[in-house]
């Protein structure tokens, strides 16, 4: 899949774009792998370029998010009792919201479109990823060597640099390959609803909107965009949770 | 003049918004056609809209669907039957000045409002000073108006409406829900009111009843009508105990409701669900193809790339339409060859079927000699570096017919750029300031001058008209204000004509699809037909028992 995101044109020769109007509509066969959509594209064609924009959106959305979150949570374990009580109260607020309900208001101000929604997305997934690296930050600032180095009388900001900062890394990685199944399949889901990326880019969750209205007479323009995103996402999903799984262990080592 | 424009560059906006592809063509007639049963009085119907009105006041909005919606409530003063032509309803007779500038009309004495008021000649002045009011802010009704003046009580049921030149068109423009006559009272109700759908008092065949937004209306008989005109189904009482109409605006689920026996007919059937309402043998299908403008692309002749008439030529030949038509409507709708719809009553042009086929070795020659030789990376044409490329404005999602139009184009080497905007600001902006090369849009209305508000000078974008190829045409405005002042229909077909053939000449428009509208009906629902502007008359319904 990744392949296919980075070079389509490996998988499938046409364009995305190009239809035979002569030819729509068309099941399942030989030439058209996954038939043909209303104007006559090749499907399969379109789930192979597809792939670009769900995996992109997704991916683009995590790391914004982890940043945002990144910072947001370090801000909060290290900003003394104020500043994390606030930090951390507004974060409970946003995580009052579905992510998706967040994702959508967010929209409203970032705008439709392939960006609107990455951000979107990205916006979604911050509070309870800050929460996540605060919990982590806050068990960093109180181990041994943190101390130790507040004893040796090394600089705040070099400690945080040095010290709190990498320790806090490793899980934030772990936390991003979990999250990046969900901000595809979230980034899909407001593409279905219209606000992602427009007609004709070959967005999956776009293909599922634009398949629904013949789902009974043409069920593959549909079925095969839908069954591709099932697959991504259980598969970055399983990636994730087998990282994590490592990440684990190791911590225990 | 400020707001007013900006409720009427409101309606457009609705007018504009992509709408899900409606389609077939052929067969008007209605309804369940079984010759065993007899009519019956009694009984209900429930009936799926694709569309909820954002304002229920015809005065003020320019929506079509308020226009059906608002049908069974308010009568007009005159009735245009189904097949065009004009005939008394609230208005028993008239005469007209010689000059055309004055309209006598004759009210009947035998008519009362929902609420027990007379409808009278006070009642019918209080509604046209309401349409006219600066409160009213009205999208479209004002505007059907054209050079109207005033009306005059000149008897407690003689009226005189007076115009600053002769104004034919105004007997088929009475006859419109949006002239709908409402009762004196219900009109102070203020226009937040009479917008939200709950103050509507008329004295048609049925009562405003229950109204949930989001969900559905209900309407209930009214006991005491007996002014029908002629040309109706259905003469007294209508026969329906009640009508429920219902707003999904979601395809699916309306052709489901509709295929599973949840609701007794449905409004807009998309093309790839025409066959499965046909092969249902528990539903029927009618359909009739809208009046008025057709679904066609209006080109700026007055900035941009569309001045040079070569480039337009090359849009309109190079544009498979035909193809795109069959393809894209699965063969339920016909592609247009003129800008008005054959169902236009006697305006449209049938001399220019067939007379601009499709040519893209044409197109290419034109675009050539118009210096777009160069050819870019993706295949698109271009001239000193810049890409042929044609700005369209949408308000709302770009439509399958325009995606589909967007792919032919490229091949002859086109850019169409379907700039969907949801920001009504935005767009009326663009429209305003002719900042666009091509707007896609059509427009019902059973009479030819609907041709006036596209391509009379006057009717800017600025003013609430419909001008989007910025024509200023002294010759267009000369034919255009003969038809309006012509009082005999075959002479008002010669002006419609020429009109008609010089956008195609210029290649100011080029037309696209006769839009058609399709509506499904449960087989029990009998004598439901169409009306002249493709909407379903509730009035003659009934429906069998059992």
Redesign the interface.
């Known amino acids: 899949m990744l392949v296919a995101a980075i070079h389509p044109a490996l998988f499938a020769g046409g364009g995305p ?3 035979d ?2 030819a ?2 068309q099941g399942p066969s030989g030439r058209h792998w996954f038939g043909t959509d ?3 594209r090749d499907v399969f064609t379109r789930v192979v370029h597809g792939t670009r924009y769900s995996l992109s959106m997704g991916a683009a959305a995590t790391g914004i998010g982890v940043v945002i979150a990144g910072v947001w949570g370090l801000a909060a374990a290290l900003g003394g009792r104020v500043g994390d009580t606030l930090l951390m109260r507004a974060a409970d607020i946003l995580l009052a919201l579905p992510a998706v309900l967040l994702a959508l208001m967010v929209v409203l101000i970032t705008g ?1 479109g392939v960006f609107g929604v990455t951000l979107a997305v990205a916006v979604g997934t911050a509070p309870g990823c800050a929460r996540v690296i605060r919990a982590q930050a806050l068990v960093v600032r109180r181990s041994g060597y943190v101390s130790a180095a507040v004893g040796l009388g090394v600089r705040r900001s070099a400690i945080i640099v040095r010290h709190v900062l990498p320790n806090t890394l490793a899980p934030l990685l772990v936390l991003a390959t979990v999250t990046l199944g969900v901000s595809i399949s979230t980034a899909a889901a407001l593409s279905y609803l ?1 606000l992602g990326a ?3 880019t070959p967005e999956w969750g776009a293909m599922l909107t634009e398949g ?6 043409a069920w593959w323009i549909a079925l095969f965009p839908g069954l591709l995103l099932v697959l991504l996402v259980l598969t970055v999903t399983v990636l994730g949770r087998d990282a994590q799984a490592r990440s684990d262990a190791r911590s225990w080592s | 003049m400020s707001s007013r424009h900006t409720a009427r560059s409101a309606g457009l906006l609705a007018a504009l918004a992509a709408t899900l592809f409606t389609a077939a063509c052929g067969s008007g007639g209605g309804g369940g056609d079984a010759t065993d049963v007899q009519p019956r009085n009694g009984g209900s119907i429930t009936y799926a809209a694709e569309k909820e009105p954002d304002c229920w006041d015809p005065h003020a909005s320019a929506q079509d669907v308020t226009a059906f919606t608002q049908r069974p409530i308010f009568d007009s003063l005159v009735y245009q039957k189904p097949d065009g032509s004009l005939e008394p309803w609230l208005a028993s007779s008239w005469k007209i000045s010689a000059d055309g500038r004055t309209y006598t009309l004759q009210l009947r004495q035998d008519v009362t409002f929902h609420d027990g008021a007379r409808f009278d000649a006070a009642a019918v002045k209080a509604n046209f000073d309401h349409i006219v009011a600066k409160d009213t802010e009205s999208q479209f009704a004002a505007g059907l108006l054209g050079p109207y003046t005033g009306t005059k009580v000149t008897g407690p049921y003689e009226i005189q409406v007076s115009f600053s030149r002769a104004y034919s068109p105004f007997l088929q423009v009475a006859s419109t829900t949006f002239l709908g006559l409402a009762s004196p009272a219900s009109l102070r109700a203020g226009a937040d009111k009479l917008c939200s759908g709950t103050a509507s008092v008329g004295s048609g065949p049925f009562r405003n009843g229950r109204y949930t937004r989001g969900q559905q209306r209900v309407y209930t008989r009214n006991a005491a009508y007996n002014w029908a005109p002629k040309g109706a189904a259905q003469s007294g009482p209508a026969r329906l105990d009640s009508v429920t109409i219902r707003f999904i605006t979601e395809d699916a689920t309306r052709v489901g409701a509709l295929s599973s026996g949840q609701i007794d007919g449905a409004a807009a059937i998309p093309a790839n669900d025409i066959a499965g309402v046909r092969t249902n043998p528990r539903l029927t299908e009618i359909s009739k193809q809208t009046p008025g403008a057709v679904d066609a692309f209006y080109l700026n002749t007055s900035s941009g790339l569309f001045t040079d008439i070569r480039v337009r030529k090359a849009f309109q030949r190079g544009l498979d339409v035909g193809t795109i038509v069959t393809s894209v409507f699965q063969g339920t709708t016909e592609r247009a060859w003129s800008v008005l719809s054959p169902t236009t009553p006697s305006s449209y042009d049938a001399s220019l079927e067939n007379s601009w086929p499709y040519d893209p070795a044409l197109a290419g020659k034109l675009l050539d000699e118009a210096g777009w030789t160069g050819r870019d990376a993706e295949g698109y044409r271009t001239r000193d570096g810049r890409r042929l490329s044609v700005f369209a404005p949408i308000y709302g999602r770009p439509t399958l017919f325009s995606q589909a139009a967007q792919a032919e184009l490229k091949k002859i080497g086109f850019y169409l750029d379907l700039h969907a905007s949801t920001d009504a600001t935005e767009v009326s902006g663009w429209l305003d300031d002719g900042k666009y090369d091509t707007v896609e849009l059509k427009w019902a209305r059973p009479d030819g001058d609907i041709l006036s508000s596209f391509f009379l000078s006057t009717e800017t974008s600025v003013g609430g008209g419909h001008n989007f190829a910025r024509v200023a045409d002294p010759q267009v405005d000369t034919w255009l204000k003969a038809a309006q002042a012509a009082q005999s229909p075959q002479e008002r077909a010669k002006q419609y004509a020429k009109v008609q053939k010089w956008a195609i000449e210029q290649a100011a428009v080029v037309p696209a699809y006769i839009s058609t509208a399709t509506v499904g009906v449960n087989k029990k629902v009998h004598g439901l037909r169409l009306s002249i502007a493709t909407w379903p008359e509730f009035y003659g319904a009934w429906v069998q028992a059992g």
């Open positions: 774009a190009e239809g109007l002569h729509t509509l209303q104007l006559g439709r219209g427009q007609p004709p629904q209205g013949y789902l009974g007479q």
